[in-house]
């Protein structure tokens, strides 16, 4: 095989490659429309094979479940969250501001988005620790969970640094409490305006989109450096 053969051959495969990642992509985007309008319980793999006009054969090739599908979904999800959460730690801000943008950005993403926090759960409520551990998808979404923390710790050693945030707390267990925090006043919002019965919460006749700037009000005060 001559050298140009070599390069061709080595092209195509790579053309391969493309079409297979493309499609893929396409399959996983048709999972998210069906199962935004349906629910994730009410959706199938025949109505996903469907709306990305692949065989229900193909489908099988690359997701093996509506749970593997729902993963990847979660992956996509928590990649596009990590990449905002970035774009804060390059503006000109001191740490405690990057903080509060990092709950803006994270409320934001929920409101527009819902589907993804919602794969977010899925994925967390996940009990098999084997399949965690050896299903690349899962590995990925994990990997992705690491580096949100990652970049909630690192604005708030900015914040130690710069004076904005009191240094005498650790900043992991700090970024621990915040990301914890956020992440359950989201969920319960999230859980209400999906009609779950919180009557306790009507009774209290609170505006739940509040919340969130509510706590990251009260965290700032906390964490604020003299």
């Not at 495969?13 to 629910?39: T, V, Y």
């Not at 970049?151 to 240094?167: A, E, K, N, T």
């Not at 006043?185 to 779950?196: D, F, G, S």
Request: hydrophobic letters at 40%; proline letters at 2%; a negative charge.
């Amino acid at each position: 095989m001559t050298v140009s053969q070599k390069k061709g051959f080595v092209i195509r495969i790579g053309r391969k490659e493309r079409e297979k990642r493309q499609r893929r992509e396409s399959i996983i985007d048709a999972a998210e429309e069906i199962i935004l309008e349906r629910g994730f319980d009410a959706a199938t793999m025949d109505e996903i094979a469907e709306q990305s006009e692949v065989s229900k054969g193909t489908l099988y090739l690359y997701f093996e479940n509506k749970t593997a599908l729902y993963l990847a979904i979660c992956e996509r999800g928590s990649q596009k969250l990590n990449d905002r959460f970035g774009e804060v730690l390059t503006t000109d801000r001191s740490g405690l501001e990057m903080i509060r943008a990092l709950g803006e950005v994270y409320l934001t993403f929920v409101r527009e988005m819902p589907l993804y926090f919602q794969a977010f759960s899925h994925y967390e409520a996940i009990q098999d620790e084997e399949f965690l551990k050896e299903n690349p998808i899962a590995k990925q979404c994990k990997e992705h969970a690491k580096q949100s923390l990652t970049y909630i710790v690192r604005c708030l050693q900015v914040g130690m640094q710069d004076g904005s945030i009191d240094d005498s707390y650790d900043p992991k267990e700090l970024a621990l409490l915040v990301w914890s925090c956020s992440r359950g006043v989201v969920q319960m919002t999230q859980l209400c305006n999906r009609k779950h019965d919180y009557a306790l919460i009507d009774d209290m006749d609170v505006d739940l989109n509040a919340l969130i700037p509510l706590l990251l009000k009260v965290l700032e005060k906390g964490m604020k450096g003299e």
